[in-house]
Structure formats: C-alpha cells, structure tokens
Nanobody, 124 residues
C-alpha cells in the first residue's frame, strides 16, 4: 500500500498563501490519482481538489476554485496544494489521499489511502 506524509501547514493571515506537500512512498506513484481533503471539528471531511495520475486532469471544489492549485511531480512522488487568497473559512486539517486509478476522469472517485493531516489556520 502507499504511505502519505503531508507537510507545509501553518498559521497565515487572511489573504496570504501556503503550499502544502504530500510525499508518497511504498508503491508506484504514477498508478495513483491524488487528492486533498479538509476537515474541521464536528464536520465531515470535505473534498478540496484532485489530480489524475498523469497530472493532465484536475478537479476542484467550488469553494476553492480560482484560489487553490493542485499539482504533482511524479519524479519526486509528491503532490502539492498551492493555496492563495486564503480566508478564515479555509481553516482546517488538510489531508492528502490516494487511489489506485489510471484514468483521467476524477469526479466521484473514492480514496483508500490517507495521510495523517496537516493543520492550516487562517486568521483575520
């Protein structure tokens, strides 16, 4: 199975930027679609963005479209989430996820592998 380790979370003022990273190990990275989710206390985990195994296809939640960018570097086995124009409502624990899936169609994909999460806190 694949192991995922997130990094890059922290405290940032509203309007600022952060870049999250997720390093994958254990299996061939290019066999996996990757995604970012987030969760706040008492709420369900929320989809943020996903990217296909090749990087050619991406999909975003409406709440982050135009502000967040997901990307991957298959040579480094890493997926990124660039977060710009951050808002206090973006505060959450952000999780990286992976699914064995070599298709460009991402909508509705379920993910089996998860990282431990990284906290992002946006203050106004």
């Amino acid at each position: 199975q694949v192991q995922l380790v997130e990094s890059g979370g922290g405290l940032v003022q509203a309007g600022g930027s952060l870049r999250l990273s997720c390093a994958a190990s254990g299996r061939t990275f290019t066999n996996y679609a990757m995604a970012w989710f987030r969760q706040t206390p008492g709420e369900d985990r929320e989809f943020v963005a996903s990217i296909s195994w090749s990087g050619a296809s991406t999909f975003y939640a409406d709440s982050v479209k135009g502000r967040f960018t997901i990307s991957r570097d298959n040579a480094k086995n890493t997926v990124y989430l660039q977060m710009n124009s951050l808002k206090p409502e973006d505060t959450a624990v952000y999780y990286c996820a992976a699914e064995y899936y070599r298709n460009e169609y991402l909508w509705g994909l379920m993910y089996d592998y998860w990282g431990q999460g990284t906290q992002v806190t946006v203050f106004s």
